[in-house]
């Protein structure tokens, strides 16, 4: 059974702070990670996908993946309150499939 | 931008009734999903369709069934509505090239059964 794995949380950072969201995968085939952000009540919103080992960054936000060691990692650099959300860290398998962690919630305090 | 629409926010449905939850998406996408999320089980699949009246079925399809007669709508139906189906329903759809397109969802569906 292909998993994707993530800490629960709530993960609490200060205002101004870097956030670090983990991810483990257990296939060693699988190729593309996605990041989504979900806040209270909304549906999941992408944020970054990463299908090459090393950093990827977009503004605030920079994912990494490590295949040899099978995780994926999302940072958020200057985190704001605004960024309180779970965070969804999914594998895009070689099908149709997409496999999601539980999620990481991360609150942002002021 | 994609745009997925999902036709009801909130549902209150009776145990028993036939509940049917509609999706339609705007970007010609083939692949289309049905998920639902409860509280520390994350998001599971409940069915998906790569084509028009194709269908296959994900991880928890028992108590559901999913029409797709046209490519850009996709409905799941809950033949008889339980209360443990109580939850919130999720759409998305997502293009080809299927390994490195996101999935794009929908605002979502609570639905309630009583």
């Known amino acids: 059974q292909k998993e994707v794995e993530q800490n629960s949380g709530p993960l609490s950072v200060p205002e101004g702070a870097i956030a670090s969201l983990n991810c483990t995968y257990s296939d060693r085939g699988s190729q593309s990670f996605f990041w989504y952000r979900q806040y209270s009540g909304k549906s999941p919103e992408l944020i970054m996908f990463?299908?090459?080992?090393g950093d990827k960054e977009d503004g605030r936000f920079t994912a990494q993946l490590n295949k040899a060691s099978q995780y994926v990692s999302l940072l958020i650099r200057d985190s704001q309150p605004s960024d309180s959300a779970t965070y969804l860290c999914a594998e895009h398998t070689g099908g149709f499939k997409t496999i999601f962690g539980a999620g990481t919630r991360l609150f942002v305090k002021a | 931008d994609v745009k997925v629409t999902q036709s009801s926010r909130y549902l209150v449905k009776r145990t028993g009734e036939k509940v049917f939850l509609e999706c339609v998406q705007d970007?010609?996408?083939?692949?289309m999903f049905w998920y639902r999320q409860d509280p520390g089980l994350g998001l599971r699949l409940i069915y998906f369709?790569?084509?028009?009246?194709?269908?296959e079925k994900g991880d928890i399809p028992e108590g559901y069934s999913v029409s797709r007669e046209k490519k850009e709508r996709f409905s799941l139906i809950l033949e008889s509505a339980s209360t443990n189906q109580t939850s919130m329903y999720l759409c998305?759809?997502?293009?080809?090239?299927?390994?490195?397109?996101?999935?794009?969802f929908g605002n979502g569906t609570r639905l309630t059964v009583t």
């Open positions: 369709s790569y084509d028009v009246k194709m269908k």
């Open positions: 970007m010609d996408h083939e692949n």
């Open positions: 990463i299908y090459s080992n």
């Open positions: 998305a759809s997502r293009g080809t090239g299927t390994g490195r397109s996101p999935l794009h």
